[in-house]
């Protein structure tokens, strides 16, 4: 089913995608890019706070969409990817509603 749902997003998001102008917008221009990699792995308190940060991100469909296409690691839309694949690991502590709201926010900007 995710699968279905990352095509779509990776479409729509590519296709309107300026190569890096995009990182221009995210809510985590100014963090420390370590807390989205391998940080993001240390604690439940680090784990938690990226997670909020990304949901109010405005690019997190395009920030997705480059992971996925990209076969990245680490943080991208708010999801852990392990080249460019879900995660089930470092995502294990999301609950069910916050699949949903991040899920919702990957779709309704
Ligand atoms: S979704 Fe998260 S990792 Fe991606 S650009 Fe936005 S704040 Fe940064």
Request: charged share 25%; proline share 2%; net charge positive.
């Amino acid at each position: 089913m995710w699968q279905t749902v990352t095509a779509g997003l990776c479409q729509i998001s590519t296709n309107s995608m300026n190569k890096h102008l995009w990182k221009e917008s995210a809510a985590c221009k100014d963090f420390d890019t370590n807390l989205f990699f391998d940080k993001y792995e240390e604690t439940p308190d680090i784990r938690h706070g990226v997670d909020s940060v990304c949901l109010k991100c405005p690019v997190a469909a395009t920030c997705f969409a480059v992971g996925v296409s990209q076969k990245e690691y680490g943080i991208w839309g708010g999801i852990y990817l392990d080249k460019g694949k879900i995660s089930r690991e470092f995502n294990s502590h999301k609950t069910k509603s916050k699949w949903s709201e991040i899920w919702q926010n990957l779709t309704m900007r």
